[in-house]
């Protein structure tokens, strides 16, 4: 049921471009993506939901294809302030509680 | 602070004591919901408050483990007889909506390192 993130990590210089993929076995309601820094609270970045509505950050973007049950977060032109582990999280119907989340993909931006 | 509050920040016990964690929410929020972060992994859901109602606890990894949220906005994770494997950071998160559809604001977590 755990969604499955790829890659694991990611290196990147400043300004550089990252894809951050989310993918589950199972029928989605929405995709939710969260940054957490070393030692902090997870933030909330994203949330798309089924039927393509979108609500989020200025300077991130997702998609969200239902068919596939796949999301992936666009990061452009990275900062070093992106640096941290994304994790998406999955909910499968609108009736539950339960938000599922990946193991998380490491972002390193180098200056 | 505004936000979602959590203590103690860290906390020691030695296996087979009780831990009670707190979680003070965000002034109003319906709906509060726990998790267990290991080291190096996703947090993992315990379970889910809508007000003082328990919806849904099927993340909860035995009996040992209780919460509760008795007027409908602090929270507290019991954890009895702990053992090394529930060595963790419980994160405690709240939102203003029915459900997790919308942004929740989590805590710092709370620390707990079973010797």
């Known amino acids: 049921q755990q969604p499955v993130q790829s890659p694991q990590a990611v290196i990147l210089r400043e300004g550089e471009d990252a894809v951050i993929n989310c993918s589950s076995s199972?029928?989605?309601?929405?995709v939710h993506w969260y940054r957490q820094k070393h030692g902090e609270a997870p933030v909330f970045l994203m949330i798309?939901?089924?039927?393509?509505e979108q609500k989020g950050h200025e300077k991130i973007s997702a998609s969200f294809n239902e068919k596939k049950q796949q999301s992936s977060l666009y990061l452009t032109a990275s900062q070093l302030s992106y640096s941290g582990t994304y994790f998406c999280?999955?909910?499968?119907?609108?009736?539950?509680?339960?938000?599922?989340f990946g193991q998380g993909t490491t972002l390193q931006v180098k200056p | 602070g505004a936000g979602v509050s959590q203590s103690p920040r860290y906390k020691v016990a030695k296996r087979g004591q009780d831990v009670a964690l707190r979680c003070d929410p965000i002034?109003?929020?319906?709906?509060l919901f726990w998790y267990q972060q290991a080291l190096g992994q996703g947090p993992e859901f315990l379970t889910y408050?809508?007000?003082?109602?328990?919806?849904?606890k099927s993340g909860l990894p035995s009996d040992r483990f209780f919460a509760e949220r008795p007027e409908g906005s602090v929270s507290t994770l019991k954890i009895q007889r702990t053992q090394q494997e529930d060595s963790a950071v419980y994160l405690c998160?709240?939102?203003?909506?029915?459900?997790?559809?919308?942004?929740?604001?989590f805590g710092e977590g709370s620390r707990l390192t079973v010797l």
């Open positions: 199972k029928a989605l309601y929405s």
């Open positions: 998160a709240s939102s203003p909506r029915q459900g997790p559809t919308g942004e929740l604001f």
């Open positions: 798309l939901l089924k039927g393509g």
């Open positions: 002034s109003g929020h319906v709906s």
């Open positions: 408050f809508q007000n003082e109602a328990q919806l849904d």
């Open positions: 999280g999955t909910e499968e119907s609108s009736n539950t509680g339960k938000l599922i």
